[in-house]
C-alpha cells in the first residue's frame, strides 16, 4: 500500500504542475500547500453561481449573480466622480454597470446596441439597480446561455494569486491526477457501510457542485460530497489522536518515587478535607506519575470544585522524588495566586516556589532562572514567559497546566521540549473548568486521559443569579450596601476599560465612577489587564485582606481568582459575553459559607440568542449543563478554545454541526487502527493541516 501510494501523482510537489516555479510554490506553501493533493484539499470556502442568468427584474440587493442584456446606454458621468456608466436591460427591467477605472479601448469596446453579460454583486442605487466593477464581457449579439451546470469555486488566496489563477492551479492539479486516480482511504466496507460516496466524485462535487434542476444549489452539509470528506477528515483527526497517545507511550518518563514524606505532609497541613472525588483524582495521577511513561491527563472539574489541591497534590509527588515542577496560568493575575496557595502550602514545608513572569525585572528574573536552571527551585509558577528562550529547568519532571483552554497549541509544547533531558520527556496535567461534552471529549481529547472532579466542597450553596436590565443597577447597589454591612464584598465586573465609541457596552472606569458616588461610605477599587502587576498584586492582595469592598474589574479576574468572602458579582453587558466566560466569572464568588448572588445586567434589548444565554445562567449553575448549552448556542470552536487561539482545526468538519457523525466517525477509526493499519499513515498525511497541527492538546 505505502509503495503504491508514494507513486501517487497527488503526492507529487506541486512544482511538477505546469507553469508553476519555485516563486508560485513558496506563495503557495503560505496556504499549508506543498503538494498536488493539498490543492485538491484545498475547499473553496464559497461559490459563485455563473450556470444561469437572473433577469434584472428578479434581483434583490447584495446578490452576488450574474445578468445579461442590451446596451441602451454609455455616458462619462463627470459630475462628480470619473465614471464611466452602461445602462443595459433584459425583457424584465434595466439596470446599470458602473466603472471607475477604464481605458479607452474599453470605453469604445462598450456601444450602445451591444449585448454585455455581467458577473458581480447588484447593490441599490439612485439609478435602481448597479454592479461596480463586475467580471464583464460584451457580446455583438444575444450572449449565448452559460455553459457550466456546475459552480464556481471561491478560495482563499494568497500573495501573488488571484481568483482565476488559482481556478487554473486546482484544475491543473485534477488534471495532473487523471491517468491515477486520487487514492481510496476508506475501505470499501466502510464505504458502503456508511453510504458514503467515492473520494473522486466528492472531490470534485466540492470544488465546483452541480446547480440541481430546481435551481437551487445544494452546498450544505448533508451533500454527499462534503459528508463523505468530512467523515473522512474525522476518522483522519481521531487516528491521529489515538497515535499521538501510542507515540506518548512508548516515550520514556522518570517514575516519581518519593524519597520523603512530603505529600503525606501537606495533606496534614491543609485546613480542610479534601473531598472523595479529589482524592479519586489524585490517586489516578499518582498511578500515571509511577509510570515510566509519561502522563497526559486532563482534568476536568467546575469552578471551584478544587483543582488546584489537585495540581498541589502531584506536585507534592513529584517533588519528593527529586523532579522540578512547572506551573503555567494564562495571566499574571491567576499565577500570582497560584504563587500565593503554593507558597502557603508548601514554603512551610521546606520547598521553594518561585514564581517567572513576562514582567519581573531584569534582575529578579535572573535570580529565578538561575534556580530553576541550579535546581534549588523545586516548583515555579509563571505565565506564557516560562516557555521563552534562556529558560531552563535543571530536572523537570512535571508540567501542570491550569485553565488550559486559554493557551495556544503550540506553547504548551515548547514548555514540554524543555524538559527533554535524559531522553525522557515530562508528565503532564492540563487543568480546565470548561468542561465538554462526552462524545466531543472523546472526539477531541483521544489522546488524553480525562479525571473528573464531580463534586463540589461540602457547604457550598448554589449562587442565585438574577438578570435585569440596566435600571437593575440601584437594585445591585443596595445589594451590595446590605452585605458590606454584614462584612461581605463584591465584584463589579464590565467587559472593558475604557468608554468606547463603537461599542454600547459598560466600561469598567465608569462604572467606578458611578459605583463610588453610590456608594460613598465604601471602598471601591478598580483592577485591569493595563495595570503594571505589582500594582495589581497590590489591589488583590488588599481585595484578599478585606481593605477593599467592591471590586471593579474588567474579566481579568475571569479565571482562577479566589475570595471566599467575597459573595456577589455583578456583570454589566452580560449580554456581550459568553456562557462560558460567564459561568467563569460568576465562580469567582459562592466560595464561602455565605449564599452567594450573581447580578446579570443586560443594555438595550436583548436579541432571542442572549435572551436564551442570560435565562441557562439563571437556571444553573452546573458547569456541564452550560457547556453543553454553549455548545448548541455557539459551536465548539470557542468551547475547545481553538478560537482564542486563532488555529484552524479543520479543513471541512464543523462542530457542532457534524457531532451527529462522532459515534460513526470514532467506531471507523478503532476499526483501521485494529485491522486496516495500512490506511493509516495515508489519511493522516493527507488531512493534516501542516506539521504538529493534530498534537492539539
Ligand atoms: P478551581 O477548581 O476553580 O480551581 P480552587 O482550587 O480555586 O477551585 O478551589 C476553590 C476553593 O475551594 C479554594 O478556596 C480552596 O481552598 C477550596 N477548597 C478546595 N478543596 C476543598 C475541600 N475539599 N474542602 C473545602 N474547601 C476546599
Ligand atoms: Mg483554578
Not at 628 to 644: F, I, V
Request: net charge positive; hydrophobic share 40%.
Amino acid at each position: 500500500m505505502e509503495t503504491v501510494l508514494n507513486s501517487h501523482p497527488e503526492e507529487n510537489p506541486v512544482t511538477e504542475l505546469p507553469r508553476i516555479g519555485p516563486k508560485l510554490a513558496s506563495n503557495l506553501e503560505k496556504l499549508g500547500i506543498f503538494q498536488v493533493k493539498d490543492l485538491l484539499f484545498h475547499f473553496p470556502y464559497r461559490f459563485q453561481d455563473k450556470t444561469r442568468t437572473v433577469p434584472i427584474g428578479a434581483l434583490v440587493n447584495a446578490q452576488t449573480v450574474m445578468v445579461a442584456g442590451r446596451i441602451v446606454s454609455v455616458n462619462d458621468n463627470i459630475r462628480y466622480r470619473r465614471a464611466l456608466i452602461v445602462r443595459f436591460e433584459d425583457d424584465s427591467g434595466r439596470m446599470s454597470m458602473r466603472l471607475f477605472h477604464y481605458s479607452y479601448k474599453q470605453k469604445t469596446a462598450l456601444e450602445r446596441g451591444s449585448w454585455i453579460r455581467c458577473f458581480g454583486e447588484v447593490r441599490i442605487s439612485q439609478h435602481g439597480y448597479e454592479m461596480v466593477h463586475p467580471e464583464y464581457s460584451v457580446f455583438q449579439y444575444p450572449p449565448p446561455a452559460p455553459q457550466s451546470d456546475r459552480l464556481t469555486p471561491v478560495y482563499r488566496l494568497t500573495e501573488g494569486i488571484g481568483q482565476p489563477m488559482m481556478r487554473k492551479i486546482v484544475n491543473a492539479a485534477f488534471d495532473h491526477c487523471t491517468q491515477r486516480p486520487v487514492a481510496e482511504l476508506l475501505p470499501l466496507d466502510v464505504i458502503r457501510r456508511y453510504d458514503l460516496c467515492s473520494i473522486g466524485s466528492a472531490l470534485k462535487d466540492i470544488h465546483s457542485p452541480l446547480v440541481s434542476e430546481s435551481g437551487l444549489t445544494a452546498v450544505d452539509a448533508d451533500q454527499p460530497a462534503k459528508r463523505r470528506l468530512i467523515f473522512e477528515e474525522l476518522v483522519s483527526f481521531q487516528i491521529a489522536r489515538r497515535q499521538q497517545k501510542q507515540l506518548r507511550q512508548s516515550s520514556e518518563a522518570a517514575c516519581m518515587q518519593p524519597a520523603g514524606d512530603l505529600s503525606r505532609r501537606l495533606k496534614d497541613s491543609l485546613k480542610f478535607t479534601p473531598t472523595d472525588s479529589q482524592r479519586t483524582v489524585i490517586r489516578e495521577i499518582l498511578a500515571d506519575l509511577k509510570k515510566a511513561t509519561p502522563m497526559l491527563r486532563l482534568v476536568q472539574g467546575d469552578v471551584g470544585s478544587g483543582k488546584t489541591l489537585v495540581a498541589a497534590a502531584a506536585a507534592a509527588w513529584v517533588v519528593d522524588s527529586g523532579y522540578q515542577v512547572a506551573v503555567m496560568a494564562p495571566t499574571e493575575l491567576l499565577a500570582e495566586q497560584h504563587l500565593k496557595t503554593f507558597y502557603d502550602w508548601f514554603a512551610p514545608l521546606g520547598i521553594e516556589v518561585l514564581l517567572l513572569t513576562g514582567r519581573m525585572s531584569a534582575k529578579i528574573r535572573r535570580q529565578v532562572e538561575r534556580g530553576m536552571k541550579g535546581g534549588q527551585t523545586r516548583i515555579v509558577i509563571g505565565t506564557h514567559a516560562l516557555f521563552q528562550e534562556g529558560v531552563e529547568f535543571k530536572r523537570l519532571g512535571l508540567i501542570i497546566v491550569d485553565e488550559q483552554h486559554r493557551f495556544g497549541v503550540g506553547q504548551r509544547f515548547a514548555l514540554r521540549e524543555k524538559g527533554v533531558a535524559d531522553q525522557q520527556v515530562p508528565h503532564q496535567l492540563v487543568m480546565t473548568a470548561t468542561p465538554i461534552p462526552r462524545t466531543l471529549a472523546m472526539a477531541f481529547y483521544a489522546d488524553l486521559d480525562v479525571s473528573s472532579i464531580t463534586e463540589l466542597p461540602p457547604g457550598r450553596i448554589p449562587v442565585t443569579t438574577e438578570v435585569f436590565s440596566t435600571g437593575g443597577r440601584e437594585q445591585a447597589i443596595r445589594k451590595i450596601e446590605s452585605l458590606c454591612a454584614a462584612g461581605q464584598q463584591a465584584y463589579w465586573v464590565c467587559p472593558i476599560i475604557d468608554k468606547s465609541e463603537v461599542l454600547d457596552v459598560e466600561s469598567a472606569v465608569e462604572a467606578q465612577k458611578y459605583v463610588e458616588q453610590s456608594l460613598p461610605a465604601r471602598r471601591v477599587a478598580l483592577i485591569h489587564g493595563r495595570l503594571k502587576s505589582d500594582q495589581k498584586d497590590r489591589i488583590m492582595n488588599s481585595f484578599r485582606a478585606g481593605e477593599i469592598d467592591v471590586l471593579v474589574a474588567t474579566t481579568v479576574i475571569e479565571v482562577g481568582v479566589d475570595v471566599p468572602n467575597a459573595s456577589l458579582m455583578v456583570i454589566e453587558s452580560a449580554e456581550r459575553m459568553g456562557l462560558s466566560q460567564l459561568h467563569q466569572l460568576r465562580g469567582r464568588v459562592g466560595r464561602g459559607a455565605a449564599q452567594a448572588m450573581c447580578v446579570l445586567l443586560y443594555r438595550g434589548k436583548l436579541s432571542e440568542m442572549a435572551r436564551k444565554r442570560l435565562q441557562v445562567m439563571r437556571e444553573t449553575t452546573d458547569g456541564f449543563r452550560i457547556a453543553e448549552q454553549d455548545l448548541r448556542l455557539r459551536g465548539a470552536g470557542e468551547l475547545l478554545g481553538t478560537r482564542q487561539t486563532g488555529a484552524q482545526m479543520f479543513r471541512i468538519a464543523e462542530f457542532p454541526r457534524d457531532r451527529e457523525l462522532l459515534d460513526d466517525v470514532i467506531e471507523v477509526a478503532e476499526l483501521l487502527l485494529s485491522q486496516q493499519p495500512e490506511f493509516v499513515q495515508p489519511l493522516i498525511r493527507r488531512w493534516a493541516i501542516r506539521e504538529g497541527q493534530y498534537s492539539a492538546v
